[in-house]
Structures are given as structure tokens and as C-alpha cells.
């Protein structure tokens, strides 16, 4: 488990969730920690030194969604091809914890799902246009 | 006639494994560039952080290791220079080093080989395996090639024979397995019997690497063993017209595997496992490459935190050069719309994308 996280890990903790699986690897130092609380998972990771969060709903046959997304969903960010840091990550979790619990529930998840892959496209499109062939 | 002695413009001396020994190594000032340092061929030296860069891989000659893994899979650490012997193997390029060793040896004999089909070939580790199997399939094609080696190879002429006999055992019996031994094998027969087998030999492996790529339910060692044993029979029969017809014929069959695996045949279904990279964020990538038998770029946790920021996008961008040199598959472990600004994926892409590649159709590769 990341020593970096452990303040945000024990906060989560302390709301319901527990750590369900964490892998490390012994390249770039990437490791990646998992936690639920049964209506959804967060995903806590590296890659290549970039650290990160991801989101997803329970169904372990779901997508990740990057929570910069979630983010930009709720306040409804306009520029999306802003670099997020763990910080930022943590401090959005500690805020906000309840309302993104709000978009995974099973009444608005299907709604959260599609905002955030028109988001996540929207994000593409901006980052690297015509790329596609 | 009157003869004044030039200047010494540059003087170096190594340690083993190329660090250079400054109290011995001098250079004039304003002396001419030189890339020709230690083992010979063509290298930048960066003077800031110490490293060498070859064509292939970057060196640091303070540890005695490449700064990436090993394109040819030749050791246990990828990360092994020379292997671990700098005084009797040389890796000039970052690359292959029984191969380039024997190619040395074959130098002095004067044998005419051509090593270049397979160190430039994305199919090397199937031509490992391959070679292998092309050592055993002689074998087995007649014990008597042991019994040439063992005994008649013994009364060769010259030292030089000898020593190229020994060289070969070697490294057949250090690298079992390992790409030269077919090679060295042709060439002691053709320092024998004056025959040009070894010419044959990566044009066959070349063949055969296509072929083993295309089938996925042939081993590369079984097809090699077949090669081995089909190049015996056309050396103590028919001779060198018959092995070019062996690689005819199976040409042909691969270039019919490379139709099916077009038109999308199973028979195909595993062909991207060589010659293929994944990119994508941690831990998808490594998922994928598993899956599918890829290759992935890797730096060991210690030495990546040791890099500045700088120099771990150095190497990675090298990695992204060779993979692009080898002209490897590149697939997509992070679809595009899961890309995080501000990551290593989202900079490599960028890379990629101003060297030309396009995202294929369905996401999933990386094509030009």
C-alpha cells in the first residue's frame, strides 16, 4: 500500500470503504491500490510516476473513469486537457465524497456512465485532434 | 626523406567495462569529434550524465549496464552488458552479442556471412528458438555431424579453424538456445568443405521466422529442428540447390500464411506477439502485454527514481525509437478517451503522432 496515501486511504476508511486489491510492480514504481464501499470502487495508481484516481461502479465488468472527470462533471470544468495531481484528487475526494457517491448510485449511474464517456471523448478529441485514421 | 611524428589528438583507456580511465586518456583541445570509443562503433557519449548511447540501447559505463532490457532476450538481466564478460564479448550496438562476436571471429576467417537480415529482424526471439532447433534438427538429421565436429573439425589446418571450432562449441554449449548456434555450425562446414552455407542461413532463418510468426501452432524450435534436418539432407545429397529449394518452398507457405492472416484467418491469430508493443497507463499495459505476449517498455523502480524527469522521458522516447525502427505493431492498452493529461502515455502518443501514426479504426493500434 501506498505510504503516500495514507491519510486519504484512512479518511476513506473511515467512510465505509476498505481495500479489496493492490498490486505493485517492480518497474517505474507503478502500483495501484483498490478500495469499495459496495455502491462503487476508486482506484489509487501509478504510472510511470504519474499518480492518479479512477472511478468505476462495483460491476468489476465496468469501465475506469479517470475522477478528473467526475470532477469536471460536477463543476462543470470547461477545459479538459488539464494535468490533475494526486493533491488535487485527494482534496476533491475529501470534499466531495457524498455527491460523487450521488452519481454512482443505481438511480443516476447509467446517467453518470454516459456524461462521463461523452466527457472522456470530448477530452480526446481536445488532447489529440484528428488522430484518428 | 624526412618523417615528423603527428600530435596525439585523442588517447583513450578503458576500464573492462568502457568507464574511461581519465588519468591515462588525454584529448587536444579543439580536437576533432570522435564516436569511435569504446568497442568501436559508432556512439554518442553524453557528457552530462556519463551515458553512451548505441544504436540500439543506452550505456553507462560507471555500473556496466544498459539503461534498457534487452532487445534480444540474450540473458537472464536484459540489463547485462557484454555478457558480464567485456573482456572476451562485444556488444557494439546494444544489441546481440554471441552474434556479433561470432561475426567478428567470422571477419578473421574471411567466411562470408551476412548477419544483417537477423539482427534487423522484429522476428528475433522466434529466431533464437529457431536456431536452436536448427542445431538439433542436424543432429538428429545424423549423428555423424557430432562425429564431424568432434572428430574430423579437429584435424583442420590451421589455428585459426581450431579456434573458430572452439568458438562455436562455445557458444552452442554456453547458449543452448541461443542464435548463433546454427550459424556457427554452417560456418564451421563451410570452413570445411568450402561450401557457402552460412550465406543460405539468414535468408532460411529470415523464411522460417515468417513462416513460425504466421503458424502460432508450430514452435519456431520445431520448425527450425525441420530446417536443420531439411539442410543436412541437401547438404549430403543434392547440395546447395536443394536447400534453396527447401526455402522456396516454405517462403511460399509463409507469404500463404501472410494472405490468411490478412483475409483474418485463425491460423494467424497469435501473430502479433512478436514485433508488437503495448503502450497505455499502469496497470492496463501490463495486463494486455501478458495477454498477448508483448514487449513493454521497463526501467526497474531504483534506477527509474534516480532519473530526473528529464532523462525518464529521454529513455522512454529511445524506446519509442527502436520500437519504431523495428517497425513493431503498437498496440493501445488506454483507449484515447481514458488518456490523463499530463502523463507519460499522453507525452508518448504525442510522440507518436508527430512521427505520423494514426489511431486504427477501432482504437486498439497505433498504424501509419
Redesign the interface.
Known sequence: MNKNNEKIYSFLKSNGFELIQKDTSSFFGDYYDIFTNDSFQLRFSSSKSFETVDIRSSNPNDNWYDLALVKTLLYDEKNLTKATTIEEHKDFLQEELTNIADLFNDRNYLTTKKRLEELGNERAEQMFPGVRK | MRHDRGRIVEENHYYAYGLRIDALSSKAFNGPANNYLYQGDFAELDEDLGWTDYLLRSYDAQIGRWLQNDPYDEFNSGYLSMGGDPSSFIDSDGGCVYCETVDRAMTLKEVVVTLKVVKNSSYFSKAVEFSAGFFEGIAAGASTTYNFIAVDAWKSETWINTGYLVGGLAISSNSVGGPSNGRALMSMIDSRLGTRLGDTYDATAQSFNDFVDNIPNMSARDFGKMAGQGTFAALTTKGLTATTNTIATLSKTARIAKVAKKAGSPIAGEAAKTGTTVLG???QY?KVAETIGARTF????KI??KMT?AQ?WGA?QKFLDRMILRGDNIRLATP???????????KE??YL?DKGY????D?LWL?K
Not at chain 2, 484515447?336 to 499522453?346: A, E, H, R, T
Open positions: 497507463h499502469y496497470p501490463v521497463q526501467i526497474p523502480t527509474w527514481n524527469p525518464q522512454n484515447l478517451n481514458q488518456v490523463k493529461p499530463g502523463s507519460f502515455y499522453q502518443l504525442n503522432f494514426k489511431v486504427s479504426s482504437g498504424v
